[in-house]
């Protein structure tokens, strides 16, 4: 398989060069960035309570629901909010769904780029 032409970054004045977008220093600082601005978990409202909800999901629905849905067997590890809290979504467990790492990422990227996903 042929490799991609490589580019400098993205980030104006870096000169590593990456087959495309940032490179993983400006990918991580862009990330602590992002969760500067967000706030610690316990702000954003997943404290004790919360730990005890998700742990009640993960133990009725321990696959991961997209997963299952698909035909595949995986092991849920995250819990999600089908519509997201930034968007009006509560923490009622019809609002929640298990959901393995993979799913849970390509959702939220999704989110964040206005996409809409199960």
Same mark, same amino acid.
């Given at each position: ?16 060069? !990456? ?59 995250? !819990? ?39």
């Amino acid at each position: 398989m042929p490799h991609k032409p490589l580019r400098p970054c993205t980030e104006p004045g870096c000169p590593t060069l !990456v087959e495309r977008g940032r490179c993983s220093a400006h990918q991580q600082a862009t990330r602590q960035a992002e969760d500067r601005e967000r706030g610690s978990a316990a702000a954003r409202g997943y404290d004790a309570r919360w730990r005890k909800l998700r742990l009640m999901v993960l133990s009725g629905e321990p696959l991961c629901r997209v997963c299952r849905a698909d035909g595949r067997v995986t092991a849920a590890t995250l !819990v999600d909010h089908v519509t997201p809290k930034s968007q009006g979504g509560s923490d009622h467990p019809t609002n929640l769904q298990p959901l393995c790492a993979p799913c849970h990422d390509a959702k939220t990227s999704g989110e964040r780029h206005g996409l809409r996903r199960g």
